[in-house]
């Protein structure tokens, strides 16, 4: 089953420096139909204007994933880590017992990135942070996975929590493959593009929510890059 969320459906708040819009409940965003899908709790689409970005604040108990998509985000936080995080690579922060970061756009253009929030297998762990650069030309031949917390998944930037999130970059006429074990869900997002997912045409931006299939084929009717979450 696909439940197709459309872009324009998404929650939204514009906040002059940034303009987000929201795949599920969030902030002053409230649906009670959209509040999580399994472990997958919070899937952002934020556009930070050049130049500003979020002051210090503090997260705890929560698996939080930025995949930039255009431009590149700084990120620094109370336990001395740094990095810049550029389009196309992921960072990935477990907030654990507590952790108090900023992440600034300090590029000349502005930023587009996705923040999707998953919910730890436990909680009161140690808080970590990381990057990793994903090169484009890796993902030539369908989904290449960027961050997981399951088994077999080594290379990848790893999470506390029972999830997987995979990248593709397809072009035009170009399909890609996924299979889900029995009784997982995703959620899948084309960052660009034009895409046709088991049947269902998804426009750049749209979400999909998947549940009881096994074998996901998606197909781009233009060149594309696709985000996908599998999660419990």
Do not use: C
């Not at 696909?2 to 902030?27: E, I, M, T, V």
């Not at 995080?85 to 922060?93: F, I, L, P």
């Amino acid at each position: 089953m696909l439940q197709l969320r459309p872009f324009k459906s998404l929650g939204h708040a514009n906040h002059g420096w940034l303009d987000a819009h929201h795949h599920f409940s969030f902030a002053e965003y409230y649906d009670p139909q959209r509040m999580h899908w399994g472990n997958l709790r919070v899937w952002n689409d934020d556009l930070i204007a050049a130049g500003s970005g979020f002051p210090p604040h503090p997260h705890r108990d929560m698996e939080i994933i930025t995949y930039v998509r255009e431009g590149a985000i700084s990120h620094q936080d109370n336990l001395g880590n740094k990095g810049r995080t550029e389009a196309g690579d992921v960072q990935v922060m477990s907030a654990g017992t507590g952790i108090t970061h900023s992440e600034y756009n300090l590029e000349k253009v502005d930023t587009r990135i996705f923040q999707i929030w998953i919910v730890p297998e436990r909680v009161g762990q140690a808080p970590s942070w990381g990057t990793r650069p994903f090169p484009k030309g890796e993902r030539g031949e369908g989904f290449v996975t960027l961050a997981s917390g399951r088994e077999g998944d080594e290379g990848s930037l790893r999470i506390r929590a029972d999830a997987r999130l995979v990248a593709a970059t397809l072009q035009a006429g170009e399909s890609a493959e996924y299979r889900f074990e029995a009784g997982r869900r995703g959620y899948l997002v084309p960052a660009k593009g034009l895409i046709e997912v088991n049947g269902v045409r998804a426009e750049a931006r749209d979400g999909v929510a998947i549940e009881d299939e096994q074998v996901l084929r998606v197909t781009a009717l233009e060149d594309s890059e696709i985000v996908l979450v599998d999660v419990a």
